[in-house]
């Protein structure tokens, strides 16, 4: 153990985590700069201002503020975001408190530099202030949600100073992204498999590869997960599971657009948990179940019906694509991330892979099938308006809005990644990682020692050959 | 240690609880069955359906799509099937994976099914075709919450094949016993307390009485919580307890009718809490509380409430009814439970019987008399629309609902009961009934080995030079 | 140990926690008054009563009832009572059963005799009844919340009899508190940063003063988190931080100042977080963050704009507020503690003061200011309505609020605190503070006991006289 604790002192030393400058600066830093930022360019929208009373047409009463048709959808996504995400990565047996609290920190600046940034791109006024309304936070929790996705590759072996840096340049990069696809490229997209998952994914997966650490087994014995941290993990699991619905219906159109992306999703969902299950089951001795198949690729299905929520994909197709994606995303598991791992350094905590790219790339091209093959027959002559383009077009630029969410997380992802090489951000030792006791301050487990600590009490008072004593109440770990 | 071990391993000789094939089978073939069926039968409603935007009342706005009535209740209910029953069902200290992860693969497989089954009775188009909504969600929800009361008495000792079985069954019944019930007696239940709660709980003790396993002793130390796990039972409780307002009113008729509904069950609920602390604290030594009467008997009061939340109990009848639920259900844990298990050979891990079966049978009761004393000066003279029949006649076919949800759920767990005895399911033997092992990869509890190793390393060094025994999984702490 | 044992035994005798009679008495009675008294008063209001149908205006469809534009915040607000502020009370390492159990409990009294309190002084109809809707359910779990603030001063120091006292006490004086502010001085306060934290802060911390226990260090051991109870309480962080947007817009006026309310608490708790970690960090050897201040410190934000909330504060106004929040709550966590406890007695085991106390006060004076500095041209013509006076005088009047408040919490705590001192209440000896055991059924950890008992049998078969080994830190299951 000594000889273990000066090598890992040695290790301290090449790799400093200290962050006590870093990253209070940069918290402080940027959220000065959100401030000054939003001084400048930010105001309410016509539906938050004080002024809507006077201005708003006569034949509105005030319930009709869009607050209350997009608020509760807003809502079950900021628990997503929060809850959903953070407790998701709570798996690790001493990673939680990253997990959840990294997860809390990178999400609350995202959304600010979110709203700006989507802000320029959308919502920039003549005047040149942007306008934010309820609308903009369910889009600020989104793009935060594709730099959560991208922190699921990278859970346990960074910084939390790189994670503000990842944040910064991926929500930079994702307003970027969606403008071309949703606004130049006029694809569709509300539940955002291209978007959002395929993006971060990409995102994450790339910046992984850039910060490959070869030796990464020594701290493997942390690399795993304890009974109480997986039930921490389904948490995040079923909320994330049970607000997708509203994930994808939070943008679309009112009416029946929300409500038909509500049911497609809620239909794939379902799917995806039994072939998830069958799979899980089919590769294990005695058919037991993986936690980690059950606590990521049960929700497969809700990312790979993203794009083609809102369309009428019909009932049966929402079961279909869920039932391919629960064995897809599994078998990703399986086969997959330790194939990453092994051949291409990519280096996947979550497994990000298997739950968001896979599926991500799954729904981009179920959105341009299912666009292509669309018809007025189908949609009626006012739904088929929901596609700018005839069907086949429509379809073709489906697919180019795939290419460019894979092209800007790839290259982006590069990008970034090569930042965060560089030696100033803290992050920790190979040995280090997976633990919070690099960036946390963390508890004594007194809990287990009184036993230990009563027993060795005891040894020492006692000629243990006449030894007698039993288990009583007071050896217990609670006495 | 030897020896149990080789009597274990006989046990599981005997039982064979590999699921490599009957899981993975069971959940494809239902699963391309439900693609197949929903491809023949469902279909999207007009409000989710793309020809709404040409097809609704012209004076009729996008907002007025049922979908923003109905989806923040269903969203509610959502929360209790998966959260809810799930968490609660964490309590023990060692099937905390089974109770959340097989209730997940449960409900939604019971889901899709729910759809169908209440589809062909309920919604069935002249065309042949069922249409679904929101509202067919809430109530697929609301079926499968059937079946998850009956996986509680059964928490532990099935297997999830088993499951599958009682959910495919269980599902069938239900949708038979809601129409006999609903459309064909014409009885009033809007939160279910006779067609779900009474229902279910007894579907679940008569499968119970028939799996009745005598020799259960043996695993009594893994049928109890630790710390930790009571605390992670408590986030079921509460999102139960919080949402069940949603899960009363969640069908009842827009208006004033749902507003009552969550009235009368907030205050319901809020009653009950209180009688739930004062009998656990009377009946334990010092005063003590027990977290099996906070988890269980707090949520009696919802459940009681069910049937009458809709009509005008008015709030102090809530309180009261809130106030003897509390009560009975308590004293249900002390005595009753422990009577059923002893003279009526019904094992009931959860307490059903206390939470579900008792209050489920009081709800129908308060149901039938609140309806027979209903007056149209208390209803108006709309209000009193709200029953078919004239009040007294009304109250005698809520009585005779209350005798058809209970031969339904005796009647129908007996029968399954009976197929669920086949030795083909893989359920577990008595020694390892309450142990997550059977089913699931349970990690290995890393944080309390290092002591045990450490200690095990000082023994080899120092002179104990007859010692030779090694540390073989037998010494962990978890065998 | 026996010594301890026996030291404990001896102050059991001198404080006794037995409150088996006095908690079910207590629960009991109280429990049939709120009966008694809600049959005598409380009514349906018009949307909840089944007369609606008949006696709504004919141009009103049923789905513009009231509920369903507060319902999805009420459930929100009651979502923050039961599981936020639970749940951050779980954090101490065996005090979790009555972190959240207690809380449970007298939150679910108090919103009975709140419904009943604020009904007199503002439902009260000429009939001699209250009607009460949703508005009242919210109202009556904000009124709530001001007691469960309290309760954090005061975790693991008091009996629940207690704990039902000061709820009785401080439900009443709250509502004269909210009678005088929102109906006599006409102050607005949304978001209750007066009425509810600086009134319930102040309260909470005015009885803890007058309950100082000189010896409590002696059950320091128990004062502290281990890392599962930490990941407990971010259950409630998360919970609380989503869900305050609904807390502070719950009963704004219905259109714009709802949805400003939203956008403004949203935009306060981001900010917040970012300085509370910048801070945490910048005060922590290394860097590293302390779980305190994640849980508590990144929700101060919100406290402090409620009262401004509805107001035109500006998106960079509130990221200001929340942006000295942040700082201000976690310095109070390192320095203003600590010295309260050494130098003023005020033992206070949540931090409530920098959590709701100060940004609180802090609040106030934000909405003082902010309303100050209100004008026409900002507001408009309508929207300027929100204030009953011209700005300057309405800020002198918000002004004269916040002192209400600091009255009322600072001089009812100091009356009921004179209360809770007499000895017949059950509540804990010093020594057994922090300790479920005092109140709770707790299961024993079977888990860590086998290899302690392995090693006890290996001991008594071995002969291992000349044993000498200590127990150092390397041995500890968590080194």
């Keep these: 153990m000594g000889a273990s604790q000066s090598f890992r002192a040695m290790c301290d030393r090449e790799k400093n985590t200290n962050i006590r400058v870093s990253l209070p600066a940069v918290c402080i830093v940027w ?45 079950d996504v900021h628990v997503m975001v929060f809850v959903g995400f953070g407790f998701l990565m709570t798996f690790l047996k001493r990673y939680s408190f990253g997990g959840v609290g990294f997860n809390f920190l990178i999400a609350a600046f995202g959304l600010q530099w979110a709203l700006l940034m989507q802000g320029w791109f959308h919502h920039l006024g003549d005047d040149g202030k942007i306008s934010i309304n309820v609308y903009s936070m369910i889009n600020a929790d989104f793009c935060v949600a594709g730099c959560l996705i991208a922190y699921g590759a990278l859970l346990g072996k960074v910084s939390p100073v790189q994670l503000m840096v990842l944040t910064l340049f991926g929500v930079t990069l994702f307003a970027v992204e969606e403008y071309i696809i949703l606004n130049l490229i006029y694809a569709k997209d509300a539940g955002g498999s291209m978007v959002i ?85 089919v590769f294990q001795k005695h058919g037991k179940l993986d936690m980690v198949h059950i606590q990521n690729a049960t929700l497969a299905g809700g990312v790979a019906v993203g794009t083609a929520a809102e369309f009428m994909l019909m009932p049966y197709g929402s079961l279909i694509v869920g039932f391919c994606c629960g064995i897809l995303s599994t078998l990703g598991y399986i086969y997959i991330t330790p194939f990453l791992e092994k051949h291409l350094k990519i280096q996947d905590t979550c497994g990000i892979h298997n739950l968001h790219a896979m599926p991500g790339v799954i729904g981009g091209i179920v959105g341009a099938i299912t666009a292509a093959a669309a018809s007025e027959s189908v949609y009626g002559t006012e739904g088929i308006k929901l596609f700018k383009f005839p069907p086949a077009q429509q379809g073709g630029h489906q697919a180019g809005a795939l290419c460019v969410a894979l092209c800007f997380g790839i290259g982006g992802g590069i990008l970034v990644g090569a930042i965060l090489r560089l030696p100033i951000w803290g992050d920790p030792a190979d040995d280090n990682c997976f633990d919070d006791e690099s960036y946390w301050e963390v508890p004594e487990e007194e809990e287990s020692i009184p036993a230990v600590m009563q027993y060795n009490n005891h040894m020492r008072n006692k000629d243990v050959a006449e030894s007698n004593f039993t288990m009583d109440s007071d050896t217990r770990p609670r006495a």
């Design 31 to 75: 959220q000065i700069s959100m401030i000054i930022l939003f001084g400048i360019f930010i105001r309410y929208d016509a539906e938050s201002d004080a002024h809507w009373l006077e201005k708003k047409p006569k034949n509105i009463s005030a319930i009709e503020n869009d607050f209350y048709f997009r608020y509760p959808s807003f809502q």
């Design 197 to 281: 998952h395929t993006f971060g994914a990409y995102y994450g997966l790339a910046i992984s590869w850039m910060l490959y650490r070869p030796n990464l087994d020594q701290s493997s014995r942390l690399q795993g997960s304890v009974y109480h941290s997986d039930v921490f993990a389904m948490i995040g699991t079923l909320f994330l599971w049970m607000f997708w619905p509203s994930f994808n219906s939070a943008i679309t159109e009112h009416g029946d657009g929300q409500h038909r992306a509500a049911i497609n999703t809620y239909l794939s969902l379902a799917s995806t948990v039994l072939t998830a299950v069958a799979v899980s089951s």
